[in-house]
C-alpha cells in the first residue's frame, strides 16, 4: 500500500472542509481540542513519580509520539506542530498554577464544547468528519491548519 504525502492528506482531508463558516470553526475548534487532549493527559496522576515531575510525564510522552508520526510525513510540519505542542504543555503548566479551576475540568468542558462546534461545522458543510473514515485524520486536521500557515508564509511542507 502506497503512502501518502502530506499533500494527499491535505487534499482528502479539504475534500469535507470546504464551507467558509465550517473552516472558521475548525480554526477555532481544533486547536482547542488539540489543547484539551494535550491537557487531560497532563492531569493524568503518575502514582509513582518524583513530587515535582509527577504529571506531565504522559502529556510529554505524547507529544513525542506526536512528533514521530508527523516526522513520518513532513519534517517542517513536524517542527510547527512540536512548536504549537509545546506551547500546549506550557499553557498547562500556566493553568495549573494559575487557574481557580483544576486543569482537567477545564479541558474537559472545552473538549466537548469543541466537538459539538466540530459537528455543527460539518453539519453546515453538509459532510461528515474525515476522521469517521480514517481516524488519522484526527492528526491531519491540527497539520491542516499549520499547511495553511506555512502555505501563506511561502514555507514548503
Known amino acids: 500500500m502506497a503512502t501518502r504525502s502530506m499533500q494527499d492528506w491535505f487534499d482528502a482531508y ?7 463558516t465550517n473552516k472558521l470553526i475548525h480554526w477555532i475548534c481544533v486547536p482547542v481540542i488539540y489543547f484539551c487532549v494535550v491537557g487531560l493527559l497532563w492531569s493524568v496522576p503518575m502514582p509513582d513519580a518524583p513530587p515535582f515531575s ?30 504549537w505542542s509545546f506551547a500546549c504543555l ?10 481557580p479551576w483544576p486543569l482537567w ?27 469517521l473514515d480514517d481516524l488519522q485524520f484526527l492528526m491531519i486536521g491540527p497539520a491542516w491548519l499549520m499547511g495553511s500557515i506555512y502555505r501563506k508564509l511561502g514555507i514548503p511542507y
Open 14 to 20: 479539504g475534500v469535507s472542509h470546504q464551507n467558509a
Open 54 to 83: 509527577k504529571p506531565h510525564m504522559l502529556a510529554t510522552i505524547a507529544v513525542a509520539l506526536v512528533g514521530l508520526f508527523y516526522l513520518r510525513l513532513s519534517l517542517t510540519i513536524m517542527i510547527g506542530m512540536l512548536a
Open 105 to 131: 475540568a477545564i479541558c474537559i468542558t472545552l473538549f466537548a464544547l469543541a466537538w459539538i462546534g466540530q459537528f455543527y461545522g460539518h453539519r453546515i458543510e453538509g459532510k461528515k468528519p474525515s476522521f
Open 90 to 99: 506550557a499553557l498547562c503548566h500556566y493553568i495549573e498554577i494559575h487557574a
